[in-house]
């Protein structure tokens, strides 16, 4: 993808708060994360700016998150960012951007989730809230998400080979085949559901090894809830999934487990190429992105296949 950062200081988000938030731009300003389409700086101890800064989408997926986040469902069970002020593009800065309450905690690919049983029940309660009919106004997915997994189906192959190439799939033919089960079980024919889109560890928060915090809500969409639950396997330790989807109601039929199991391989596989874009120090790359994505699809593969037939695999140990 694309990436092609602009240039973003304390000094520039000062300029825009006493353009079009005078009330705001006095309160203490600091960097709190460089993420993939938006810097978030943190504005007092209560809000966070956040500024399109390396994508063409980014501003765009800004004001989805005004119009739309205040419109979801009640009693979702982690907290949440609450959009306060929108910025609009001027000569000064050419994007929109948005104010909203700071979600104290860390991203989960920096201090991973390690209390499986409440944060699996955790997560199954904030989904089971969210997986709600949308209105039939709700947006899309950007990127064919939320709709049918064989949309995917070359863009994976094509990735998990070029993966495999490079010496990132231990097994390739035990993805391969999991990929396979994915992408032939039966689709969604229920109601199009508000789906978060995007949930991988760096979007995800934790306190003391909990789950605490869902944050980035650019990809937020109506679809199927199998690109959700695929959370289980990215971003929960080992044995968890089953926990949570024990939690999770109604219980996914398996269809829909099995096609859950293919977005997990889709954020597992991207996870692997940014991380391995980060070790090696080029644009857009992240490093800390890498071990939750291995350990993830190491994870998939041990659960999906018959350990008693199989001699087991030589995955990377996850990293803390």
Not at 267 to 280: D, N, S, W
Request: net charge negative; with cysteine.
């Amino acid at each position: 993808m694309p990436h092609t950062p602009n240039e973003i200081t304390a000094d520039l988000i000062r300029r825009l708060l006493l353009d079009q938030h005078p009330d705001l731009a006095d309160l203490p300003l600091r960097l709190g994360a460089r993420g993939w389409d938006n810097q978030m700086w943190r504005l007092g101890d209560d809000l966070a700016v956040r500024v399109p800064w390396a994508t063409e989408s980014a501003g765009d997926m800004l004001r989805k998150e005004r119009t739309w986040l205040p419109t979801l469902p009640a009693g979702l069970s982690l907290a949440i960012p609450v959009p306060q002020r929108l910025g609009e593009p001027s000569e000064r800065f050419p994007h929109p951007w948005l104010v909203t309450t700071w979600v104290p905690g860390t991203p989960a690919d920096l201090a991973p989730v390690t209390r499986a049983a409440s944060s699996a029940r955790s997560l199954a309660a904030f989904l089971t809230a969210l997986h709600r009919p949308a209105p039939a106004s709700a947006p899309t997915g950007r990127d064919d998400r939320g709709g049918p997994l064989a949309l995917h189906a070359e863009q994976f192959t094509e990735g998990l080979a070029t993966a495999t190439d490079l010496g990132l799939i231990p097994d390739p033919d035990a993805v391969r085949t999991l990929w396979e089960d994915a992408v032939t079980a039966p689709p969604w024919t229920g109601p199009a559901l508000w789906i978060h889109g995007d949930l991988h560890p760096a979007n995800v928060l934790t306190a003391d090894g909990a789950l605490c915090g869902v944050i980035d809500f650019g990809e937020l969409c109506a679809g199927d809830p199998a690109c959700d639950l695929a959370a289980a396997w990215n971003l929960l330790p080992d044995g968890a999934a089953e926990l949570f989807h024990q939690a999770y109601e109604p219980a996914a039929d398996p269809a829909t487990v099995r096609r859950a199991r293919g977005w997990a391989l889709i954020r597992a596989l991207g996870g692997i190429f940014v991380g391995e874009a980060g070790r090696h120090n080029r644009p857009g790359g992240k490093a800390t992105w890498g071990p939750p994505a291995q350990a993830a699809l190491r994870r998939l593969v041990s659960t999906a296949r018959d350990t008693s037939a199989a001699p087991p695999l030589n995955w990377p140990a996850p990293s803390a």
